[in-house]
């Protein structure tokens, strides 16, 4: 599956359990890491784990491999999907750590 393809259905699964201010970053040209980076939150601790939820699921259903942390405190949950990362942050700790500030070499894409 190529990269854009991946990313149009993390956001849509973000999108569907209304994930909020959701940031896409394309660091495929200055990152050895990963192509593409999401952010996004929500506004309660069940919210996060929601979204979550709705993105391994979509992975589940397209035979992807994924690697999830921070599930269980759902403050801050990171999921490596392939070759894009997924932070689904709990509101206040997406204003604390500021990760949007941490890309400006990649290419930020308004969703």
């Given at each position: 599956m190529d990269t854009e393809h991946l990313v149009n259905m993390?956001?849509?699964a973000c999108d569907n359990k209304r994930?909020?201010?959701i940031m896409k970053?394309?660091?495929s040209d200055t990152s050895s890491v990963t192509d593409c980076y999401l952010i996004c939150h929500g506004s309660s601790d069940r919210q996060v784990q929601a979204i979550a939820?709705?993105?391994m699921d979509v992975c589940?259903?397209?035979d992807l491999d994924f690697l999830v942390e921070g599930y269980k405190?759902?403050?801050w949950i990171l999921l490596?999907?392939?070759n894009v990362?997924?932070?689904v942050f709990h509101k206040p700790e997406r204003e604390y750590y500021n990760l949007e500030r941490l890309f400006k070499h990649g290419e930020r894409v308004e969703v």
């Open positions: 993390l956001i849509e994930a909020e201010e970053f394309d660091v939820d709705e993105v589940k259903e397209n405190d759902a403050k490596d999907v392939n990362v997924v932070h």
